[in-house]
């Protein structure tokens, strides 16, 4: 094997756990009405507002300015899958300073917090929120 050849499988093998996890990005979020959401303590936020599998939750300025209204779909939609839920939602959560409910969603009832749809960020890890404040997306943070 030539010097180039080795440099080019050494830097494949590299490159093998980036793959993997970009494979692992998260999907859309299903919660139980019940609980749908916990305060996270994040490094760099502080308290934020997450899923009970520690997602942080987002929300989209965009939809604040439509009063709520869904405008993520498509593409932007699996950038930012939205949170669903399961079962009925309680308004109000021990532990967790919010009010919460759900938008329809094609067939879904996607959550929402103090009246915006809800979301999560595909390349967000478990536990941490990477992208606040970025192209109008914020993430919830308790009242």
């Known amino acids: ?3 180039a050849a080795f440099l080019f499988a050494l830097a494949a093998v590299a490159l093998v756990p980036t793959i993997a996890a970009a494979q692992s990005l998260t999907g859309p ?3 139980s009405g019940a609980k749908p959401a916990i305060e996270m ?3 760099n936020l502080g308290n934020v507002i997450a899923t009970p599998g520690r997602y942080g939750v987002y929300y989209w300025n965009v ?3 439509a009063g709520g ?3 993520c779909t498509g593409q932007c939609a699996v950038v930012w899958p939205p949170v669903y839920v399961k079962g009925t939602v309680q308004k ?3 532990g967790v300073t919010a009010t919460f409910g759900t938008i329809k969603r094609g067939s ?3 959550l929402t917090v103090n009246g915006l749809p809800a979301y999560t960020y595909h390349v967000d890890p478990e536990g941490a929120v990477l992208c606040d404040n970025v192209d ?3 993430a919830f943070r308790p009242k």
């Open 41 to 43: 303590k994040t490094g």
């Open 1 to 3: 094997m030539n010097k």
């Open 29 to 31: 979020q299903t919660v």
């Open 63 to 65: 939809e604040k300015k």
């Open 69 to 71: 209204k869904i405008r």
């Open 92 to 94: 109000h959560i021990k």
């Open 108 to 110: 879904k009832r996607q």
């Open 136 to 138: 109008g997306w914020f």
